[in-house]
């Protein structure tokens, strides 16, 4: 207790010290306050940079870890020549054939039209059945199926015909429209990949099976309707034999400058409405986020189990979970040089510290003499010294970290290629490490003078 009373009583000496000689410390530290603001500054900016890269990284393969299972229809090769897709070499697979239909079996189509998917409601999809089996068996709480489509929409015949979007005027974009891609997925897949709105809300459980499906789209597809505020009914419709109508609840957040359009629509909807020449080339897909302790062991198990649940000549192939460089090791060996550079900076600003800090001791004979006769013991006389550097250059440190989140909050980090879902509060390590260094610094300079303090006795207070 005694000499943690000592610490803080040499701390409030010395911040008084630095108040006294406040025109010399403030002239002496203006560099250290200016390399501590552009340390930090680089150390945060590097931090952001990795951070961006890593959300664009699990914006296009998922979450660290994220497992793709992929099922596939095949049979083993028993050395037909005439097997369709056979793949070289004996023992190898091919995609199973699908045998044209014979009359009878066109006639049992005929007889079951009314049967259909789209008359029914009811998606014929023993596929994504079969995920969501597996999903229940195993209660995966981050999954989703996916499968990628097209579909023709009024609306675009619209904009590439006349430029208008519901007959109102829209500006056409650098490279012309684009046809959008329609990506069908269940709700978990907005926290896989995440995609946040700007504005609506996300696709949810209770939109399979309505009149009019709900769908997202993302900025690209936004801008191309002008922007249109979507809390106002915003209905698109698609052509071709069975016209539909679908209403945009939701806008995701702009991902670039260069993404494409996109259209989310809920899996089991797109099941049952999408055209039927993608009937039978769609490819199902289900995502995992597996996390890091689990990735190995849902690796080899949920494969097995898919392919047990769709049962004989299914295989399932497992893709992703490979870890990925987002620039880490890149930026730890950039921050490790811009912290030496910096530490170098703030130790010759820190010299004019030293310099101030030198002459005050000299100026400070008759008193540290003084207190050395009533009883100063050297410990309390060094540290009183020795803290004075240390405050001065903690205060530097802390201003030129306020500095340097002044400056990331003005600079436009869009237009630097630095694109983030969300501007992050101020990296803890830049500000620690700014502030961390001006303090080892200004102890470093505080040594001297605290020993040429030590040395000065009582009888010096007369000499003086």
């Known amino acids: 207790m005694r000499f943690l009373n000592q610490i803080i009583g040499a701390l409030v000496e010395a911040w008084g010290e630095v108040r006294v000689q406040k025109a010399r410390v403030v002239l002496s530290l203006v560099g250290v306050v200016a390399a501590v603001a552009a ?10 940079i990795v951070q961006s890269n890593k959300e664009m990284m699990e914006a296009w393969s998922g979450r660290a870890v994220t497992l793709t299972l992929v099922p596939q229809k095949v049979q083993e090769d028993q050395g037909q020549g005439d097997s369709v897709g056979a793949m070289t070499g004996s023992g190898g697979v091919v995609v199973q054939e699908i045998p044209a239909p014979d009359a009878d079996t066109q006639q049992d189509t005929e007889g079951t039209a009314g049967w259909t998917a789209e008359a029914t409601g009811v998606a014929d999809d023993p596929v994504g059945s079969a995920m969501v ?31 208008t979007f519901h007959s109102r005027p829209v500006p056409v974009p650098e490279y012309g429209f684009q046809v959008p891609q329609v990506q069908a997925v269940d709700p978990a897949y907005q926290t896989i990949f995440r995609l946040e709105t700007a504005q609506g809300r996300w696709l949810r459980s209770g939109d399979v099976n ?15 309707f002008g922007m249109p505020d979507v809390r106002d009914p915003l209905v698109i419709s698609t052509t071709g034999d069975q016209p539909q109508q679908l209403r945009v609840v939701g806008v995701l957040k702009s991902s670039g400058n260069w993404e494409s359009p996109v259209v989310y629509v809920p899996y089991d909807s797109w099941q049952i409405m999408k055209p039927a020449d993608q009937q039978e080339v769609s490819s199902s897909s289900m995502v995992v986020w597996a996390g890091e302790t689990q990735v190995e062991e ?23 979970g490979e870890d990925f460089d987002s620039g880490q090791e890149s930026l730890g060996m950039i921050r490790t040089v811009v912290m030496a550079i910096g530490a170098i900076v703030i130790l010759l600003g820190a010299l004019g510290l ?20 009533m009883g100063a013991s050297a410990t309390r006389v060094f540290f009183a010294v020795f803290l004075e550097s240390v405050v001065a250059t903690f205060v530097a440190g802390v201003i030129g970290v306020g500095l340097a989140i002044i400056v990331l909050r003005v600079v436009p980090l869009d237009q630097m290629g630095i694109f983030l879902q969300e501007r992050p509060p101020f990296p803890t390590s830049a500000a620690v490490a700014g502030v961390g260094i001006a303090s080892a610094v200004g102890a470093l300079c505080g040594i001297i003078p605290a020993f040429a303090a030590i040395r000065v006795h009582p009888i010096d207070a007369i000499r003086y």
């Open 298 to 320: 849902a690796r080899t198990a949920l494969p097995s189990a898919l392919a047990a649940v769709l049962g004989e000549g299914w295989r399932v192939d497992v893709m992703g």
């Open 354 to 373: 030293l310099n101030v800090a030198v002459v005050t001791v000299r100026q400070r004979i008759r008193e540290i003499g003084i207190r050395r006769a």
């Open 210 to 224: 309505q009149r009019v499906t709900p769908v997202v789209i993302n900025a690209a597809m936004w801008k191309y």
């Open 39 to 48: 340390m930090s500054t680089v150390i945060a900016l590097g931090d952001l």
């Open 133 to 163: 089996t597996v999903a229940d068996r195993f209660d995966i709480p981050f999954w989703s199926r996916t499968e990628t489509g097209s579909l023709n929409l009024a609306e675009m015949a619209e904009l590439m015909n006349r430029g």
